[in-house]
Structure formats: C-alpha cells, structure tokens
C-alpha cells in the first residue's frame, strides 16, 4: 500500500496542465478522454521512455496510475473555474437584481410623484375654471347694477318735471346719496373682479410650470424603463 501511494505521489507531481485559459473559458460539456489528451501531459507521461522500458504487467499498472492522476487533476482544475464562473454569475446576478429593485422602487416613486403632479393640476384647473365662473357672475353683477343705475335716473328726471323745485333739490341731494353708495358697490365689485382676474393669470403660470416639470418627470420615467427593459434582457440571457 505505502509503494502504491508513493507511485501515485510519484506520477501526480509530473502532470501537468495545458491551456489553462481555455478550461476556464468553454462552458459547454467536455469529454473526459478530451480533457486528458488535449489539456494534460498525459501522452507524454504514458509514452515516456521511463514507462515504455517497464515490463507487463507494471507497465499497464504506471500507465492506468498516471491516466487517473492526469484525469483527476484536470477534472478538479475544470470544476474549480466552473465553480469560480458560477460564483460569478451569481454576483452579477444578485447586482442585477438589486439595481432592478432599486429601479422599482425609483418608478414608483416618480409615479406617485407624477400621479401627485396629476392631481394638482386638475386641483388648479378646478379652481381656475370656478374663479372663471365667479368672474362672469361678478361682471354680469356689475352690468346689471348699471343697468339699475340707468333705469333709475330716467325715473328721477321724469319726477323731477312733477316736482317742485324745493322737492327736486332735496330728491337731487338724496340721488346724488344714494349714487355715493351704488358707485362705491360697483368699485368694490371692480376691485374683487381685477383680483380674481390677476389670481387667474397666476394659476396660469403654475400650470404652465408644473406641465413642464410634469414633461420632465415623464421623460426621466421613460429613460429608467428603457434601462430596466436593457437589465431584464441581460438577466433574461443569464438565466
């Protein structure tokens, strides 16, 4: 037992390895019989004068030890870059997982975002559109109180012909009261309908600005889905 084990110790130190590089790089399957003759020095050893001048049965005996020392060792050399590769793929893997998680978790944030932008916009369209409306009720208030106002002082001059001129000048100060106030409503109704107008125009802007910024988000949507679409189909090729 103890010649045996130094007959394999012996033949083991004299394989060697070829095309390391190439053992590494192929990952479809590869005969063992392939394997031993193209990635060993196993003709050399077995055709070697040391074995060639050894008698039957030893010769048989050196020649099965160095076969099995030559085809353990480029098995163990391959399974280890095999195992090495796998490893690899593994790693890339699990980064390609992770940056798809991340990309999720960045899509969905931009779409709430976007989903939010959304909602604001028709927020400010709502209020635009009801600040539109009440701008119309206020004009419409408006021209009816002129209407009033003009209907009114043609009742008062036609009093006024049926007065006398005492009664016409205590009607005409009352008039000219009563008118204060009317005008003092109308530049009230003036002023509240110059602001709704320039709150309008105000919207305006933060609608024309949120559009853009909503155009960009999109944009930047678009881009990290053509990037997840690229990752799923290298994933894809790896699985």
Known sequence: MDDNKALFDYWH?????KNHAKIAAIAQHIPTQVLRHEYTN???LWQSAEVQKLTE???SRVIAIIKYECTTKVLQYRAGCLRDRANEFEDAYQEIHQQKSQLFRLIKV???KLFGKDQQLQSLETRITSLLAENEALRSEIESNKAAEELHKELE????QYDAVEKRRRELA???QSLG???AHAQRYKKERDEARA???EQKHQILSLTAENQQLRATNEQFLRKLKKLSAVESTLG
């Not at 130190?13 to 390895?17: F, P």
């Not at 001059?157 to 006024?160: A, V, W």
């Open 13 to 17: 130190n004299r394989v060697q390895l």
């Open 42 to 44: 196993y003709d050399l």
């Open 57 to 59: 049965p030893e010769r």
């Open 110 to 112: 931009l779409q709430e």
């Open 157 to 160: 001059q036609l009093k006024k």
């Open 174 to 176: 009352k008039n000219n």
């Open 181 to 183: 106030g009317r005008v």
């Open 199 to 201: 709150l309008v125009e």
